[in-house]
C-alpha cells in the first residue's frame, strides 16, 4: 500500500474535508490510491524545481481524468516570464480547466524573471486573462526573505 493509499483511508474516515497534494513525478500515486480517494477531492499539484510544465500539465490531465479537482500551485519566483506564466496557464486550463489555483513565492532566493513574490504575480493580468475563479495564497516561511517588521 503507498503512503497515499493509506494516507487517503484515514482521511476518508475523516468529515471528509480534506485535500492531497502530489509532486507531478509521483501523479503515479495519485492512479494507485484512485478507489480510496473520495470523488471531487481537491489535489493540489506542487510546483517543484526539478519538475518542467509538461509533468505539472499531466499531472492535472490524470487528476481530472480520476475524477478530482486539480488544484496548481503555481511558484512566482520559478516562472521565467510572462509567456512562461500564459504558456503553464493556458495548457492547465486547456487540459484540466483548473477552477482554482494556488500561488506562492517559491524557494529560489533570486527569482527567475520577472515576478518577485505572489502579489506581482496577483497584479499581473492572471486572474482576468486566464477566467481564474479562486485564488489562495501561500505566505512565506522562509526567514531570509523578510526583513524586521515582515516587510521585504
Known sequence: MSSLDS????ASQSDGHYALEVAA?????VEAAKATIPPGTPI?????GNEDHAQRIKAARVILAGGFEPVPI????RLRSERDRDYLLDAL?????PS???LVGGDPAVPADPFEDSLALLRSDLLERHF????GIVGSYRPEIWTV????
Open 74 to 77: 503555481i511558484s512566482s519566483r
Open 25 to 29: 513525478k509521483d501523479i503515479s500515486q
Open 149 to 152: 517588521g515582515g516587510q521585504r
Open 44 to 48: 493540489n499539484i506542487a510546483f517543484l
Open 132 to 135: 481564474i475563479r479562486q485564488v
Open 100 to 102: 482554482r489555483i494556488i
Open 93 to 97: 486550463i486547456a487540459e484540466a480547466a
Open 7 to 10: 494516507h487517503c483511508r484515514s
